[in-house]
Structure formats: structure tokens, C-alpha cells
């Protein structure tokens, strides 16, 4: 399959302090990517750098020619000075016109926001029209970063069998940033875990009938979400503050020595 | 009967304001209110450059300012912070513009008119050149207009998209540079931020779409121009001075009057469910 980006050896340093290191990465055709990491574990900037808004100090970095992307930043600070109905922010600078369809605006639920003001959108209609402007130029990659973030479980799994849909109907592949270590979506086929450098990659596991998987899941997200295994044993410097239970011993079955 | 003078000076005005709307609304969607007091500021020393050189002003205040806005644009995000960083370069730059205006012999440099402008002296090549650079700023934002609101909305959702998110930038800040040199001569170093900024705000509370507000910013600069100008010319006020005041009126009167509709529209509201 063909690779659409294709990052060797990466290295994004702020003044003196390296962020990112050496990091190898790369993404194929209608492939599901989740990178999970904590926070400040350079996940958003490793996005910012595959979109091209930030180059490397160091390692290359090869888009596919021709390759189309659309990005969902965490969050965006519209400025409230500009006045701009969803509508119209949506078929802004839109080089293909009318690849999005309309039935995908009823399906992404913003159909009866277009009138909107985009100032008076609340954060999770804000999301969602965020989704449908990156994918009007119908992309070949789609890049979200935490996009589920104040979203409930349900909620959480609707948007990942949403993304799901988006990538077997439209054959886009899907890159996904998470700040959640153990709970992925399912369908990912590799999770990438990032801590400044690559910790361990692999697929996740999908989660048992089991009634206690059931319970720590919860009920109506009908097999969306799945748990990712950390395969990699070292411990990280815990001095930034993050809820990475390494070494909590873990309910959650996954196989940190801590 | 209007004077020969006055017409002039509503002529030089009217143009700066037609290209100062759609740029002012840039600078307050983008939040580069400093940048264009930094901008406008450094023009005092194009002025003193062109003098000592003695080569057109509006060449050594482009030549200056688009200097600035370049390295200002190196320098960001690197070690200061943005606003740091533009309030050196403004002071700076408007202190070197003094102590260089002084340091030029032989001319008398009459320095209130650098930093309040004097509109009432324009001559007809003032107007050419203020009419030149005014629509080469309106076809600049004209043919850059939709990436530069792409890149003005989220600068990295456009760049994934394929948008260059610093060419844009470096558009805008050419733009401003030109605009800077056009208006010095008519409200001054001082006051040019204020014929930028005053007219988009004024226009905000009235529209909803970004073209709108444009063409609003537009229209308010136009009345500020034309009232200030009167007020200026009746009852012998400083002139550029007086278009500010009266653009800040018209930002005022903006507000008051879109809060009173918007109270009188949410007053509709609530009492439809009682009709009904």
C-alpha cells in the first residue's frame, strides 16, 4: 500500500528543549493511526509538523505528491471580530467545490447550523463543523487532534464509528491523537505511543464480552472503543504532571513492568 | 463654495479610508493592532531617511516600514513574546525617527505634521501617490482575499490545506506598509493605527459577513473623512485629530444603536410564545 506521508528521523527542538526525537513515522493509504501519549509528550506538535506548519530541525519528512489533508486542531480560538455564518466558513477556500455532500452535513449533524453565527456555536457543534470543513476538499488524510476531548463515552464512540464510516466510504486515511493511553478506537490499525520519542507501537485489543470490560467501557458504545496493550517496560521521568498511571498496577491489564 | 484645499483634502482622505476599511479589518481579526502602531511608528524615520537622502518620503517610509515588518517577522515566537517584541521595535524606532529628524541640517522639518498629518496642504501629486498606493493596497486585498481569510481563521487547518500561511502573512504586512506610507501625510504617525482600527470596529456590531464589514468600515471611514473634515475646516480644529474623533462618534452610535436592536429583537422573542 501506498504510503501517503512518510517521516524518517524527526527532531523538533523550542529554544534548547528537544520535543520531539528522532522519530520515525509514517501513514498508508486508507489506514487508522491513534497516537496516544500524555500531555507536553509532543503528540500535537508531531501533528503541526506532518500538516507542514512547523519543519523539522532535523530527518525528512515526504508527503505523496499531490497528497490532500484535512486537520482538526484541538481547539481554535475563532476571534469573535470576524463575522462568518458556517456556511459560508465551510466553502471557504474550497478547491473542490462540492465534494462534500450534503447527506454527510446531515450525518455529521451541523444541517441545521449552517445559518449559524460561528461565534455562537457551542464547543461540540464547533467540533463538528471543524469536521466538515477538513473533509470538503475531500482528503486523503484526515488529521484530528483529540477530537472526542469533553465528549462522554457514548458520545466518544459515535465519533469513532462516524471516522470509521468516513474512512470506508470515502477511502481516506485517518490519523487520530489521543490523550487517552488505554482506551482507543477500535478500528485503529497501529497506535503509535509518543513520549518525546516513540515508546512502542501495536495494535489494540479488542475488548472482551466480559461484563467487569463491560462496566470499565460502558454500555451503548457497541464495540467503538478498544484497549490498547504498552508494550515497552521503561519507566518515564514523571516530572511533568500527567495522569500516567504506569505504575499503578492496573486494572486495566496492560503489561508495564513501571 | 467649497475651497480648491478642502476639496483636495477630502479627495486624499477619502482614498486612505477605502483602503484602510478592508485592511483595519484584518488588523482586528488578526489581532495586529500593535503591529500596525510599531508599522506606523517607524515611518517617522523613513521620513528622517528620505529628507537626509533627499529622495521621495513615501519611498523612504515603504522602504522602512516594509524593513521592520520583515525582521519583526523573523523575530516572532522565537524568544520574546509578540507584544514585547513590537513594544521595543515601536518606541525605538519613533525615538531614532526624533533623533534623526534633529540631526538633519538645513531643513526645517515641521515635526506635527509627521505626527498628526496635515491634510489641508495636500497638492495634487499628494493625491496621485495617495490614490496610487490606496489601490494597489485594495487590488493587493482584493486578489489575496480568500486565502488571507483561510489563514486568518485557523493559520494551520489552512496550511494542512495547502494554504502558505506566512506568504499570506508577509502579504498583509507589505499592505500595511503601503498604507502607512499613504497616510502619514494626512492623520499623522500617530494616529494611523486609529483610521485602521476605529472604522472595522465601528462596522463590526452592523454585519455578518466579512465582506460586509468591509464594505461598512468602508462607509464610516468615508463619514468620519467628510464630517471630521468639516468640523476641522468650521470651527478651525486640528484636522486629522478631528476625523478620529468623529470615527470614534460613529463607533459609539455602532454599538448603541446594534444593542438597542438586539434588545428589542430578544424582547420580539420572548413574548411570541404568548401570541402563538
Known sequence: ?????????????????????????????????????????????????????????????????????????????????????????????????????????????????????????????????????????????????????????????????????????????????????????????????????????????????????????????????????????????HDHDHDHSHSSGSSEGHSHAG | MLDDFVVRAFLAGAALALAAAPLGCFIVWRRMAYFGDAIAHASLLGVAISLAFSMSTFFGVVLVTVMLAYFLGILSGKLYAMDTLLGVA?????????????????????????????????????????????????????????????????????????FDARKEQMVLLVTLALLVAVAIKIVGALLITSVLIIPAAAARPLSRTPEQMAVVAAIAGLVSVALGLALSVYSDTPTGPSIVVVAGLLFLLANVVSSFVEQRRRQQNRSLPKDA
Open chain 1, 1 to 237: 500500500m501506498q504510503k501517503l506521508i512518510d517521516a524518517r528521523q524527526l527532531t523538533i527542538q523550542y529554544g534548547n528543549e528537544k520535543v520531539l526525537e528522532h522519530i520515525d513515522f509514517s501513514i498508508s493509504e486508507r489506514e487508522i493511526v491513534t497516537i496516544v501519549g500524555p500531555n507536553g509528550s509532543g503528540k500535537s506538535t508531531l501533528l503541526r509538523v506532518l500538516i507542514g506548519a512547523l519543519s523539522p530541525d532535523a530527518g525528512t519528512l515526504n508527503r505523496r505528491a499531490g497528497l490532500r489533508m484535512g486537520y482538526v486542531p484541538q481547539r481554535l480560538s475563532f476571534d469573535s471580530n470576524l463575522p462568518m455564518n458556517v456556511k459560508r466558513f465551510l466553502s471557504l477556500g474550497s478547491k473542490r467545490g462540492n465534494a462534500f455532500n450534503s447527506s454527510w452535513e446531515k450525518r455529521i449533524n451541523i444541517e441545521h447550523l449552517l445559518n449559524h453565527q460561528i461565534r455562537h456555536l457551542s464547543g461540540g457543534q464547533l467540533q463538528r463543523v471543524l469536521l466538515a470543513q477538513a473533509l470538503m476538499d475531500d482528503p486523503h488524510l484526515l488529521i484530528l487532534d483529540e477530537a472526542t476531548q469533553g465528549l462522554d463515552q457514548i458520545g466518544e464512540a459515535s465519533f469513532y464509528r462516524l471516522i470509521e464510516e468516513l474512512r470506508n466510504e470515502r477511502g481516506c486515511a485517518v490519523l487520530l491523537v489521543s490523550h487517552d493511553l488505554h482506551v482507543v478506537m477500535s478500528a485503529s490499525d497501529r497506535v503509535v505511543c509518543l513520549n518525546g520519542h516513540v515508546c512502542c507501537e501495536g495494535t489494540p485489543t479488542i475488548v472482551s464480552e466480559a461484563p467487569e470490560y463491560r462496566a470499565l467501557f460502558g454500555h451503548g458504545t457497541e464495540g467503538a472503543l478498544a484497549l490498547y496493550r504498552h508494550d515497552h517496560d521503561h519507566d518515564h521521568d
Open chain 2, 90 to 162: 515601536s518606541h525605538v524606532s519613533l525615538a531614532l525617527g526624533l533623533v534623526a529628524v534633529s540631526k538633519i541640517s538645513g531643513v526645517r522639518l515641521d515635526l506635527a505634521a509627521y505626527l498628526f498629518g496635515d491634510i489641508l496642504t495636500v497638492t495634487r501629486t499628494d493625491i496621485a501617490i495617495i490614490a496610487a498606493g490606496a489601490a494597489l493596497v485594495i487590488a493587493l486585498l482584493v486578489w489575496r482575499w480568500v486565502p488571507l481569510l483561510t489563514t486568518t481563521l485557523s493559520p494551520d487547518m489552512a496550511t494542512a490545506r495547502g
